[in-house]
């Protein structure tokens, strides 16, 4: 079967550095994406990794490695208002989205 | 700015009901979705259309159809509502043939059956 894991809740303290991983067994791959959605909102797109390495842009980075079925999500220099859920989702051989429960992103001042 | 525009963001049904979800986006989008989210799980594909009367099972069709008349507007119908179907929908469009494949929301309808 095809799965997307990531942690359920992560806590993290304003102004420090995150990092979000999310590992994945799909049926082909064509591609990652990460979306934020804050509580009782849309989910927005945040980053889409199709090639192995980092992709940055700003405060939050997106890295990829295809070999593993793992990325990881990084956010700096953490605001309150990151506060949300993080989403993974990956397009599998059909281009299909498959995605992940979320990641529960709580920031402490 | 982008906008995916869902009619209802709260509705309280009874079991057995018809309901109608409406979504309306105003990109000239050719792809529109409608997922449903539950916690603790990932967001569901119930149905998806890549053009006007175009329609797609996803992978949790059962008890849902979805009627696609104009461009814009992308609508899902739970023909006799039951309390499993109480969660939170979502509707998505994405221009057709993006290297990306950005999937824009709506806000949410979340659908309470009693």
């Known amino acids: 079967g095809q799965n997307i894991d990531q942690p359920t809740e992560m806590t993290a303290t304003e102004g420090a550095i995150v990092q979000i991983n999310c590992t994945y067994q799909?049926?082909?791959?064509?591609?990652l994406f990460w979306y934020q959605q804050h509580a009782g909102e849309a989910p927005t797109f945040l980053s889409y990794?199709?090639l192995d390495g980092l992709e940055e842009k700003g405060r939050f980075s997106s890295f990829l490695s295809r070999s593993k079925g793992y990325s990881y999500l990084l956010l700096k220099e953490l605001q309150m208002k990151d506060s949300a859920s993080y989403l993974c989702?990956?397009?599998?051989?059909?281009?299909?989205?498959?995605w992940g429960a979320g990641t529960k992103l709580i920031i402490k001042p | 700015d982008v906008k995916v525009t869902q009619s209802s963001r709260y509705l309280v049904k009874r079991t057995g009901e018809k309901v109608f979800l409406e979504c309306v986006q105003d990109?000239?989008?050719?792809?529109m979705f409608w997922y449903r989210q539950d916690p603790g799980l990932g967001l569901r594909l119930i149905y998806f259309?890549?053009?006007?009367?175009?329609?797609e099972k996803g992978d949790i069709p059962e008890g849902y159809s979805v009627s696609r008349e104009k461009k814009e507007r992308f609508s899902l119908i739970l023909e006799s509502a039951s309390t499993n179907q109480t969660s939170m929908y979502l509707c998505?469009?994405?221009?057709?043939?993006?290297?990306?494949?950005?999937?824009?929301f709506g806000e949410g309808s979340r659908l309470t059956v009693l």
């Open positions: 998505a469009s994405r221009v057709s043939g993006s290297e990306t494949g950005e999937l824009f």
């Open positions: 990109m000239d989008h050719e792809n």
């Open positions: 259309s890549y053009d006007v009367k175009m329609k």
């Open positions: 799909t049926s082909g791959f064509n591609g």
């Open positions: 990794n199709v």
């Open positions: 989702a990956v397009k599998d051989s059909n281009y299909q989205l498959i």
